[in-house]
């Protein structure tokens, strides 16, 4: 992750919160390459927490959440090969992962997932890309914390609260074309390298 | 190939399979769609992005005293995940060859009259998930719906009042269209569809047929 370090200092407004995520992917990296014990104790003390935090605000026991947070940590170790950081951030890909427990759990629905798309003839994607995906997500996140109350509130409704589809309302003017931008890239990318 | 679909998922589905709340055949459906349009997947890995900021920022429960203890426990006895790949020879996407054990060869048909066929997918009762067969150059019969119906093109095509659609292309339709699909002369035509009410067929034939349909 040394790259990232030095691509990163060519790159004006670095943000805290960027540097905090990227330093997440490394971790993954670790754990999916060397099965790093120490990298997975750092992501879980961190991580672990909020995905419990996450069930419980979507219904789910104590009990429950805990059990839930720890086979989603579980997953995450078991799926850390998969994990693409020019497509998502650790953060959001936890998320997806914590989402589908959810749904196993609470809703005791099967899942159907779309096929995998994993980085896969190159081996180390460029690290200019990650840390544009780090950056438009943290975008993001200032952007949701920017909101009105009551909007900020219909979406955590909608992502903790397991609404129905027809309650969701999703114009929110949130900056979402250039985080599209950038994952529409890394998938025009992986598919021509994938042919 | 994903440049050619023309007929994309509306926002508000993919907001809701983002967040995790469609029923299970709808989550089928756009499961389905991401693996063969790439436009959607960008828009629905953007809105799971969000899902992602409120993560980080939803607060921290404590985890249990020896809840890492547990989980590298849970970790020895589970396995890596392997990778579910594209591939590119087959008419069903991934998603899809899960829940019928294969690909077409290995759908289970029942004739629904006039040609058509039909296989109901097992998913929970909340919406319900089938793969038609429409015959190349057949009409499937005209009928209205009482909730709201996706259907995608798997394999040929179709055309109704509305446009045609191809490989990958979905259909909304709602509670105000009255459509009656025609398959390309062509090739069969093999859609995967899914409503959250039973379909209405207008003429008495059909309409006798329809308990058989379980749709």
Redesign the interface.
């Known amino acids: 992750m040394c790259k990232d370090a030095s691509e990163g200092k060519h790159l004006d407004r670095k943000q805290d919160g960027a540097r905090a995520e990227n330093d997440w992917s490394g971790h993954l990296a670790r754990i999916a390459e060397a099965q790093d014990?120490a990298a997975f104790?750092e992501l879980?003390?961190h991580f672990?927490?909020?995905?419990?935090?996450?069930l419980?605000?979507s219904g789910a026991t104590?009990t429950l959440?805990?059990d839930c947070?720890?086979?989603v940590?579980?997953?995450v170790?078991?799926?850390s090969?998969?994990y693409d950081p020019t497509?998502?951030?650790v953060?959001?890909?936890?998320?997806?992962i914590?989402?589908?427990r959810?749904?196993d759990a609470l809703?005791?629905?099967?899942?159907?997932?779309?096929?995998?798309?994993?980085w896969g003839p190159e081996p180390e994607p460029a690290a200019a890309d990650v840390m544009a995906m780090q950056q438009e997500?943290e975008m993001?996140?200032v952007a949701?914390?920017a909101l009105p109350d009551a909007q900020r509130e219909l979406?955590?409704q909608?992502?903790?609260g397991?609404?129905?589809?027809r309650e969701?309302a999703?114009r929110t003017g949130?900056p979402?074309g250039t985080?599209?931008?950038r994952?529409?890239l890394a998938?025009?990318r992986l598919?021509h390298a994938?042919k | 190939m994903?440049e050619l679909i023309k007929h994309h998922l509306t926002?508000?589905?993919l907001?809701?399979y983002?967040?995790?709340?469609?029923?299970?055949a709808?989550?089928?459906m756009?499961?389905?769609h991401?693996?063969l349009c790439?436009?959607c997947?960008?828009?629905a890995?953007?809105?799971?992005?969000?899902?992602?900021?409120?993560?980080?920022?939803?607060?921290?429960?404590?985890?249990?005293a020896d809840?890492?203890e547990?989980?590298?426990a849970?970790?020895s006895t589970?396995?890596?995940?392997p990778?579910?790949?594209?591939d590119s020879c087959s008419v069903l996407?991934?998603?899809l060859r899960?829940?019928v054990g294969g690909d077409v060869s290995t759908i289970r048909w029942k004739p629904v009259g006039m040609g058509v066929r039909q296989a109901i997918l097992p998913?929970?009762s909340a919406a319900s998930a089938r793969l038609l067969f429409i015959p190349a150059g057949a009409a499937v019969p005209d009928h209205g719906h009482r909730g709201i119906e996706l259907t995608m093109v798997l394999q040929g095509a179709f055309s109704d009042e509305v446009d045609r659609f191809a490989r990958g292309d979905v259909e909304v339709a709602d509670e105000e269209l009255e459509h009656m699909p025609v398959a390309d002369p062509g090739e069969d035509c093999i859609c995967l569809a899914v409503t959250d009410a039973p379909l209405r067929f207008n003429s008495w034939i059909p309409r006798l047929v329809q308990p058989f349909l379980r749709i």
């Open positions: 014990r104790a879980f003390a672990a927490p909020r995905v419990k935090s996450f419980m605000r104590p959440a805990e947070a720890q086979e940590m579980a997953t170790w078991n799926k090969h998969l497509r998502a951030t953060s959001t890909w936890i998320f997806t914590a989402r589908n959810r749904i809703r005791k629905d099967r899942r159907p997932e779309p096929e995998d798309l994993p997500t993001l996140r949701i914390r979406i955590e909608a992502y903790f397991d609404l129905s589809h969701i999703a949130l979402l985080i599209k931008s994952i529409r998938l025009d598919r994938m | 994903t926002d508000t589905l907001t809701a983002a967040a995790g709340s469609l029923p299970e709808f989550n089928l756009v499961a389905t991401l693996s790439d436009s997947r960008a828009q890995e953007a809105l799971e992005a969000v899902g992602g900021c409120l993560l980080a920022e939803c607060g921290t429960e404590a985890m249990a809840a890492l547990a989980t590298f849970r970790i589970g396995t890596a995940v990778a579910r790949r594209r996407p991934q998603p899960d829940y998913t929970s």
